[in-house]
């Protein structure tokens, strides 16, 4: 079975602009979680989707957003970027509960 | 404020040596997990606890759950230059539904 796939890899963006990051869940998993992991706080929870729908939140301004479509991949919207939201954005799959399965991430550079 | 407390948080040691990593919270958790993490990949799981006082052997690496629920633990015996990587532990909190909570992480360097 392929793993979690994240696109893409690496990405430069300006303050100012807004990104798009996108994660492939594993074959059969319905859920995709995404975390932002920084040197400073660590791996934090940014939301959670299954079957298309926000199954949980955490506590991140509203600029972030994501979305998840009917074939289970999944998206993360970051808008207005601040050159604090540099991170490594990880995306992790399951089937509905149970153990996660975490992709490469995407590291995202705000200049 | 993290909710969970990871110790030391940096390691360094020569090969052989026996290691502790502690995780710690003064919240109750319904499980948890821990991970390893290398350079320019996602963490990969290496056990679930579920029940307070739980110990689970994975070769040489021993978790174990406290019997509050609120703490765990890592050892590793004979550590080997493979160990090297990023150790995070993960709970779930039984009133947050299924989101992760994360430790800062123990990097651990082995020199061989």
């Known amino acids: 079975k392929a793993g979690v796939t994240q696109t893409p890899r690496y990405l430069i963006k300006t303050r100012g602009q807004q990104v798009t990051l996108s994660c492939s869940p594993i074959?059969?998993?319905?859920?995709v979680s995404w975390y932002q992991q920084t040197p400073g706080q660590g791996l934090q929870f940014l939301f959670e989707?299954?079957?298309?729908?926000?199954?949980n939140k955490g506590n991140f301004p509203g600029r972030f957003s994501g979305r998840q479509f009917s074939n289970s991949r999944s998206e993360m919207n970051v808008s207005t970027l601040e050159l604090g939201d540099s991170a490594l954005y990880l995306c992790?799959?399951?089937?509905?509960?149970?153990?996660?399965?975490f992709g490469p991430g995407t590291r995202l550079t705000v200049t | 404020t993290q909710l969970l407390e990871q110790s030391p948080q940096f390691l360094s040691i020569q090969e052989g040596e026996n290691l502790t990593v502690y995780c710690n919270s003064s919240?109750?958790?319904?499980?948890l997990q821990w991970y390893r993490q290398e350079p320019g990949e996602g963490p990969v799981l290496l056990v679930t606890?579920?029940?307070?006082?739980e110990v689970k052997k994975l070769k040489r690496l021993t978790f174990q759950f406290g019997d509050a629920r609120k703490d765990s633990s890592l050892h590793i015996t004979a550590a080997q230059p493979g160990d090297t990587g990023l150790y995070l532990c993960?709970?779930?909190?039984?009133?947050?539904?299924?989101?992760?909570?994360f430790g800062e992480g123990t990097q651990l360097t082995v020199n061989p």
């Open positions: 992790a799959s399951r089937p509905g509960y149970g153990e996660q399965y």
């Open positions: 074959s059969g998993h319905r859920s």
């Open positions: 989707y299954f079957s298309e729908t926000q199954r």
């Open positions: 919240s109750v958790f319904s499980s």
């Open positions: 606890v579920v029940t307070g006082g």
């Open positions: 993960a709970g779930v909190k039984e009133t947050s539904g299924s989101r992760l909570t």
